[in-house]
Nanobody, 124 residues
């Protein structure tokens, strides 16, 4: 069964750091392009960061502003998003997603496999 499960979310204060994780099962993780997306209340889902099968990365500059780092560990079948200097605007449900192939896309519609999402709340 193909599955992505996010973990590590929670409530943090502005300026804090948080690392969220995604654990994959049921498919060949190392051959997939993986990504983090997020959706805030009343807003469309948007891409945050993508990491290709080769390790190439792509970030949404408007969202990340050099604060986030995406990484993957193929041996553990896991992907991570290190988030620093968190802002209240980062409050959202964060989703892990995957797509076959090596092309790196930020388009939500290009991703076939999704996790259930995890809440990240930044509030004082």
């Amino acid at each position: 069964q193909v599955q992505l499960v996010e973990s590590g979310g929670g409530l943090v204060q502005p300026g804090d750091s948080l690392r969220i994780s995604c654990t994959a099962s049921g498919f060949t993780f190392s051959s997939l392009t993986m990504g983090w997306f997020r959706q805030a209340p009343g807003k469309e889902r948007e891409y945050v960061a993508i990491i290709g099968a080769s390790g190439a990365t792509m970030y949404s500059i408007d969202v990340v502003k050099d604060r986030f780092t995406i990484s993957r560990d193929n041996t553990k079948r896991m992907m991570y998003l290190q988030m620093n200097s968190l802002e209240t605007e980062d409050t959202a449900v964060y989703y892990c997603a995957a797509r076959p192939g090596r092309n790196v896309y930020g388009d939500v519609s290009k991703y076939d496999i999704w996790g259930q999402g995890i809440q990240v709340t930044v509030s004082s």
